[in-house]
Every structure is written in C-alpha cells, then in structure tokens.
C-alpha cells in the first residue's frame, strides 16, 4: 500500500525538476548545512532525585511544566546536590540532532539557530552541539540566561521543569539577517521548525518560509502542542501557505481542527483537510503527517491517505516517551533532506522514535541500526 505514494511524489517531481531529484534507486550526496533548523534552544539537565526535592519544589513525579518564579533556585541546586547528566534540547534542536545521528556522516549536515546566554549553560550547549555534529548558530546575548530544562527522574518517573529564558529572546535583525548567517539558511535544501517557535520570532519563521517557497525547497513545521493550535492560531496561518510538511500527533490535530472549523474529529479527515489549504509553491502538494502514539501513522499526500504501523514495542520496555516526536520528526528528516520515498522516510521516523523511547531523555546509542533500502 506505501509503495504507491512515493511513486505519485516522484512523477510529481520529476516532470518539474528532473535535474533536483535522483531516481529511487540512489540518494542524493549530502554536504554540511544542507538541513536547516530554528527554535529554542534548552540545555536538558536531568539527575535522578528524591521525593523531598520534588516535594520542595512542588513537583508531580510524571508532568511537564513551565518554569515560575518558584523554580528559580532548583537548578543550581539540582547540579549542586545530585549527579546531573547534560544534553543539548529544545525540540527542533532535538530533531535536528537525531537526523545527523541517522545520517552519521558527513558531520554538520544538519545547521541549527536558536538564543542563548552567555553564560556557564549557554558554554555547555555549545559543547554539547558539537558534540552531537549539528553546526549550532546560536544568537548570544547577556539579558536572559541560557534556556534550560529540568528532567527530575523518580524510578519510571520523569517531571520536567522548563525555563525557555534566552530562547524567547531570539532576535532577526541581530541574527537571522547576518549575511553570514542568511548564506547558511541559503545553503539548505531542508528546512524545519517546531511550533513553540511562532510564539517567539514570527518574522524570522516567515523570512525562512518564504525563501525556501520562492526557491522550490522544502519548509517543514509542526504543530508542538495544542496551545499552539488555539492561542497562536493567526501565526500558525500566517505560515501555513508556506509549509511543504506539516507534522503533528492525533491530540494537536484535533485541536487544530476545532481551532480552523474542520467539524471532524477524524485524524484521516483532518490530515485530507489540512493538507488541502491554500499553499503558496503550487509546484509541492503538501504532506501531512500525524502520529498515534501506538496506533498507526496517518499521512496525506497527493489526495491519497495512507497508513504506517508503527513498531511493536512490549510496554515494559518503554523508558520515557517524551523525546518520542522529535525522534519521529528527525528520523523522518535523514531520509527526506537524502531526498528518499516517503515510505522509507516514515520507516526512519518509527525506527528512530522506537530507539529513543527505550531511553531516559532524548539520548541514542553512538550507531543506529537501521538499513534503508535503496530501492
């Protein structure tokens, strides 16, 4: 059933753009800073800690939060007190960094921007960017300190604490614009932001959109969350003529049905209705894509849905599903900016949101073990 959307994408394609996309049977020769991504950069801090210091901080053992006035002090104490491992986060950066684990090499294929302080934090996600072999940009100011969240574990349980401070500073003038800068967005054939991001720099988010419509590239988005959907809803539109890809989960599609007036609740309805709004490239239908959790993928393209099962995982074997939809999001990325099927690029995203749910955190073992067919 999957093999007939790649064929229609690949048709589509190559009767516009014969020189851009090889034939099935190869994939395109990936150079550094071909995969762009922009958003809110978090240094993730996790340590494994003990009921009085959720207690003290008023923390569920399973929750998200963002961080109040309360929470200033926990995260000094939680590197002062316990045994702290450091991740570079955020959920683009995250997606970014689980597509150059796909890819392994060459390194930098995947470029990222974001906000942070200068500051001991901020010195730490830099290195730990490097690390990851994704080329971090980030806009370096000294107002806000370096954005970061807290994973607070208790046996099974993880109560993340996050503090966006820098990441909500991120400024187009003082970095996007930078011609230094702009020659790496121009560099890219892929382009990727999360949601969370409409709420902090609309205009850089338009400025990336348009140039990747105007140039036949591709500009991916996701939905993030259900806030997203309905309080952010004229940004989140102000976008959406320019989105190629547009990534979700069953709870963010539903919300953003009610939020457009779709009048259904039906996860294949909404991908057909989405993927169906106005759009500016007229030469790239739109993909929508939307995760069920356990339940199958659903994907729009081409007036044709399809579903993926995902893979099977005993439940006693799942560690922490929180890293799970970035994962998807950078599996599906490695094999798309390689300008791979469809198929193989949601077979990718459910491999990759498989190993990082086995996990504490959004962490991977140094190789992935996943064989993509060529043809």
């Known amino acids: 059933m999957a093999s007939g959307e790649p064929k229609a994408k690949k048709q589509k394609l190559s009767e516009e753009e014969k020189t851009e996309y090889p034939s099935k049977k190869t994939s395109a020769k990936l150079s550094p ?200 809803k004229d940004n989140l539109m102000q976008v959406m003529p320019y989105v190629d890809v547009l990534f979700g989960n069953e709870t963010e599609a539903v919300e953003f049905a009610e939020a457009q007036d779709f009048e259904t609740k039906d996860i294949k309805e909404i991908a057909k209705k989405a993927q169906a709004l106005p759009k500016d490239n007229t030469k790239r239908q739109r993909i929508v894509v939307f995760t069920q959790g356990k339940d199958d993928t659903v994907m729009a393209m081409s007036d044709k849905i399809e579903t993926f099962p995902v893979l099977k995982i005993d439940p006693k074997d799942i560690v922490d599903t929180n890293g799970a939809g970035d994962a998807f999001v950078g599996g599906f990325l490695s094999e798309l900016v390689q300008e791979k099927p469809l198929d193989q690029c949601v077979k990718a995203a459910h491999y990759a949101a498989n190993v990082i749910i086995r996990r504490a955190g959004c962490t991977f073992p140094e190789k992935p073990d996943f064989n993509c067919p060529s043809a």
């Open 33 to 232: 800073n071909s995969l762009f991504g922009m958003g809110n950069p978090l240094l993730d801090i996790s340590a494994v800690v003990d009921k009085d210091f959720l207690d003290k901080y008023t923390l569920k053992p399973n929750d998200q939060i963002l961080a109040e006035d309360k929470h200033k002090a926990l995260f000094e104490e939680l590197v002062k007190k316990f045994k702290v491992e450091y991740h570079a986060g955020g959920a683009t950066q995250n997606s970014i960094k689980i597509a150059q684990w796909m890819i392994q090499e060459p390194h930098n294929v995947g470029t990222f921007f974001g906000c942070i302080g200068k500051d001991k934090f901020g010195g730490i996600l830099k290195q730990k960017s490097e690390e990851a072999h994704i080329d971090a940009r980030y806009y370096e100011q000294d107002e806000e300190p370096t954005g970061t969240c807290a994973a607070c574990i208790t046996g099974d349980n993880r109560s993340l604490v996050a503090n966006l401070a820098a990441a909500n500073c991120y400024k187009k003038d003082k970095h996007l614009d930078l011609e230094e800068n702009w020659k790496l967005v121009e560099k890219a054939k892929v382009y990727y932001i999360a949601g969370f991001f409409l709420t902090v720099s609309l205009e850089s988010i338009l400025k990336v959109a348009k140039n990747a419509s105007e140039n036949n590239k591709l500009f991916c988005l996701n939905l993030s969350a259900p806030f997203i959907c309905q309080f952010f």
